[in-house]
């Protein structure tokens, strides 16, 4: 996306895949067990880790475009406001991005914010749509473009559509499906906003669906689902990290 667009990229920020690590490891544990294990380290330390350079293809993306991507530890901190101030960007965009942005932040930016989230929203809100959506059996996948409100995956939906996941994909492979899927919407979403032509639906807000338990694990694992295999960790050599 970050190639295609034809809007200026003022900033790129990467979340920093080692925010508060080992506090969060320890609570996926408690609450998932082992089993999730592959799945965190898959979606996000192997892209960078594995690659060397601690940003990935997106970051070389947009440093083609003079822009150096930051790391970000607090999206809402001093630092990334301060910069944010100064640049004055009219939209930011957010994808696989694990921090939730602020209202004062998100109104850093002249004409607000907006995300791609690999669900058919208002189904699925939450770190884990493809597990979830997997889980429940319904074939109900697909990516979404909606507004960026202070809470999890809420704003209107400004774009959306049902995608198939790969045959034999796991939750990760899914994951990265639908995110290439929604980067097309993205890119129409964002010509549209420029354009004074947005059209946002406001939907009922379901339940948020936060990282699975134990038993939810154990149960989809009978169903056949896969949260990551060894196609997902060739993946992650070519693939980057969170994005603002």
């Known amino acids: 996306m970050l190639r295609e667009t034809r809007h ?22 408690a609450r998932s067990g082992p089993r999730i294990l592959p799945w965190m380290f898959v979606e996000f330390a192997a892209p960078r880790l594995w690659r060397g ?14 822009v150096p991507a930051t790391t970000v530890a607090s999206v809402n901190g001093a630092v990334t406001q301060g910069m ?6 009219d939209l930011i965009v957010t994808c696989h991005f694990d921090q939730i942005l602020a209202a004062e932040t998100i109104a850093t930016a002249r ?6 989230h ?4 208002p189904l699925h809100r939450g770190p884990m ?5 997997a889980s429940d059996g319904n074939n109900e996948f697909g990516a979404t473009v909606h507004r960026l409100v202070p809470r999890i995956d809420a704003g209107a939906i400004l774009a959306q559509r049902a995608v198939a996941p790969p045959a034999g994909a796991s939750v990760a492979g899914t994951a990265r499906a639908l995110h290439l899927a929604g980067a097309e919407l993205l890119l129409q ?3 549209e906003i420029a354009e004074g032509r947005e059209r946002g639906v406001e939907a009922a807000v379901m339940a948020y669906r936060g990282f699975p338990t134990r038993g939810d694990l154990a149960l989809a694992a009978k169903r056949g689902v896969r949260l990551a295999g060894w196609r997902d960790f060739r993946a992650a050599r070519r693939l980057g990290g969170a994005v603002l």
């Not at 350079?53 to 003079?66: I, M, N, Q, S, T």
């Not at 944010?84 to 960007?89: K, Q, S």
């Not at 004409?111 to 791609?116: F, K």
């Open 8 to 29: 200026d990229v003022v900033f790129l920020g990467l979340s920093d895949a080692w925010r508060d690590r080992a506090a969060n490891t320890r609570r996926h544990l």
């Open 53 to 66: 350079d601690g940003v990935g293809p997106v970051g070389a993306a947009a440093f083609a475009r003079g």
């Open 84 to 89: 944010l101030d100064a640049l004055r960007p």
């Open 111 to 116: 004409l607000g914010g907006i995300n791609l």
């Open 118 to 121: 690999p669900s058919l929203l």
């Open 129 to 133: 749509p493809c597990f979830w959506a």
């Open 189 to 191: 979403v964002m010509d």
